[in-house]
């Protein structure tokens, strides 16, 4: 069985612009598996992205040290500059990944913003808008600009990444959860509708992982509970029964699985990367 199942594929990875964040691992763990890769961020600053002061993939010099990466992989791989809620852009830089790689094979939509991660009366319009301009037309839009060229060839696959918070629900995570759960609606629809053509539409469901947002979010915990952040973490942890958080490569693994000919036969599937923790159905 060959050790490299995605070679001669051209993947993009959405949101890969951090050092310590679920897209670099996703670029990596493809690149491992054989495929080219182009990673995709901002690479500027959004103040209005931001959560707990963490900027979202906002240093063009991270980005490129994650092409950097795969390429010590022995793998091509090129660093786009995208705004995935700038329609007009999102091709621009599709076609610049076709015009280096080729057309790109396995889209990996993991951009997004926890913008909107409050009560539901202390979200006002303008986060709501960031919230489903950003988690759900973003993703729209990338597939819209990838598919012409996955129609060619036959054959395509598509992972969003989700979110558990988009199979269920906790209070005052306002309109992330609302985002999440239209990317599963929209995971599940394309799945139906892309077949036919030869591409495959799955989603992965993270729950919590160490990343810079995730160690955001501990933070966010922390002040709501009264307590430091390690308590934090450790009582959230706990709550998983596995007994850990999990780490982006848990994400990778999943993302790199769902993409690659192993899983040619699951499709609009949502699979959690939770470690058996279900929120909101307790």
Known sequence: MTTQPLAGSVALVTGAGRARGIGRAIALCLARAGADVAVSDLARPAPHLDLAGVGVGDNPDELEATAELVRKIGRRSVAVPMDISDAAGVGAGVASVAESLGP????????????GTAPFDEVDD????????VNVLGPIGVIRAVLPGMRAARTGAIVNVASTLGLAALPEYGAYVVSKHAVVGLTRL????????GIRVNAVAPGYVVTDMGLA????????????IDEAAESIAGSIPIGRLGVPDDVAEAV???AGPASTFINGAVLPVHGGQVPGFS
């Open 104 to 115: 790109v094979t396995i889209l990996v939509n993991n951009a997004g913003t926890a913008v």
């Open 190 to 197: 394309l799945s139906q509708e892309l077949a036919p053509s």
């Open 126 to 133: 303008a986060a709501w808008e960031t919230s489903l301009r």
């Open 217 to 228: 979010e501990q933070a966010m915990v922390a002040q709501s509970s009264g307590v430091t």
């Open 256 to 258: 790199t699985w769902l």
